[in-house]
């Protein structure tokens, strides 16, 4: 058997805790059937409704704000007038808002000559000094060609009748606690098995070495306990946690896996040493005679004989230990009067693609924006949507912004620009700053005021 592969209990007496009896069989019977005449009356289908349960949304660290405010304000940095501009040089106009006159941030950057940096992962902006982790960005880049590969080879989640195939899954799991995450992933393909679910479903671990990402465990994902036949019912991905450490948690009755004189396969798997390797478990043994079952154990990796009473404790305890559980198959048809056959689905893959693209996408500080054409001075009002939340470091200091009366003031992201509060940010980088009314005007640096 390889590891990785499933459990499955034969004897009515050693079955797991979430054991459904034939009474929680009936309530569930009772709730699908509801939702069905509810699905059936707002006339969608079962593919509707698994796409509802899988569109995950992403958390959102900023807020969105619809603001008014001031523009035609004119910069100058030590009395010279500057024309911000984006990457590509594009005007990208001050404004003035509450009081509080903000600039680009590459305007800032450009105009003090300060290296800037973004970090999309915490919605941060960087000003002078900042260092990333550059072993964390390679190990982004090269999960992300991962990810990539496996929806090239297997295709994007996608759900069809009671088949989820494609890439179901990628998630980033510390297996080994040491602060740099493996990638977990599922992959189904569109076969079927007898009972109309998946015939196949792999996961796979990828460890980063320090150069490169490698692939160090494949393996099937094995039907779930049933004392009916398993291939009806989801597969399931059980990730447990035990002393600052991460792993899987397998059982398989051992006619699922090829060893029927065995009664039940029960292991953890995690990372050892950068190599993914079995750390507990053992094979119940079952002899059934006249009499009934003579039960026996053996340690899965030595084959010594080890206390029956003492392997099924340590059992509970390692199912105890279960902290998730991710559903990576849908239930075959004729398991569907029972349950929803998409719930608890693993999360979609795209929720860790996106967060190891902006690690992937992060940098040191560098010089940003370019001096642009004139851009249209005239004073005048305008309504904005804008977002706040943006955290602002100088020299990988995190700083507060305020106003010349020591309120708090919100950084905003505009169009996909950050706006810095100017005031706050020259004094946090030791430049003065001077407001003139009169002709609309915010001076940085040196100014003679004539």
Request: glycine share 8%.
């Amino acid at each position: 058997m390889s590891p990785g592969e499933h459990r499955n209990f034969h004897s009515e007496r050693f079955r797991p805790h979430w054991y459904i009896s034939e009474f929680h069989d009936s309530i569930f019977q009772s709730v699908f059937k509801a939702l069905n005449r509810f699905r059936k009356a707002v006339g969608v289908g079962v593919d509707y409704i698994a796409a509802l349960v899988m569109s995950m949304p992403f958390a959102a660290a900023l807020t969105q704000k619809n603001i008014t405010v001031g523009r035609g304000v004119t910069i100058y940095v030590d009395d010279r007038k500057i024309n911000p501009g984006d990457a590509n040089g594009n005007p990208v106009e001050p404004m003035l808002y509450n009081g509080t006159t903000y600039l680009p941030i590459r305007a800032v950057s450009a105009a003090l000559n300060v290296p800037i940096a973004w970090d999309g992962t915490t919605s941060s902006a960087y000003l002078g000094e900042h260092k990333v982790d550059q072993n964390a960005v390679n190990r982004a880049k090269a999960y992300v060609s991962v990810i990539e590969q496996l929806q090239s080879k297997y295709g994007k989640r996608a759900v069809s009748g009671s088949i989820i195939s494609g890439l179901v899954t990628a998630m980033l799991i510390d297996f080994d606690g040491d602060g740099n995450e493996e990638l977990l992933c599922v992959c189904n393909t569109k076969e079927k098995n007898a009972k109309g679910t998946n015939k196949h479903s792999t996961y796979m671990v990828y460890h980063w070495d320090g150069s490169k990402a490698n692939c160090i465990a494949q393996h099937e994902v094995i039907s779930p306990f049933s004392q009916n036949d398993p291939d009806y019912f989801k597969r399931t991905i059980n990730i447990g946690e035990r002393d600052g450490k991460k792993h899987l948690f397998w059982e398989a009755n051992g006619s699922t896996v090829g060893e029927d004189d065995i009664g039940l396969i029960s292991l953890v798997e995690t990372v050892v040493d950068g190599q993914w390797k079995v750390t507990w478990g053992f094979r119940e043994n079952e002899d059934w005679g006249d009499n009934g079952p003579v039960v026996w154990m053996t340690d899965y990796t030595t084959g010594e004989n080890i206390d029956v009473s003492a392997g099924w404790a340590e059992l509970n305890t390692w199912q105890d230990d279960i902290k998730n559980q991710y559903n990576v198959t849908a239930d075959g048809p004729d398991a569907w009067n029972m349950c929803n056959p998409y719930d608890n689905l693993a999360p979609a893959p795209e929720i860790a693609l996106s967060k190891l693209k902006a690690i992937a996408n992060s940098q040191s500080s560098i010089l940003g924006g370019k001096a642009s054409g004139e851009y249209n001075a005239k004073r005048r009002m305008e309504k904005l949507a804008v977002e706040t939340g943006v955290k602002v470091y100088v020299n990988d200091k995190l700083i507060v912004p305020t106003d010349v009366n020591g309120k708090t003031v919100d950084v905003l992201l505009y169009k996909g620009t950050t706006y810095l509060p100017v005031r706050a940010v020259a004094n946090a980088l030791d430049q003065a700053v001077a407001w003139d009314g009169t002709s609309y005007s915010v001076y940085i640096g040196s100014h003679k005021d004539v």
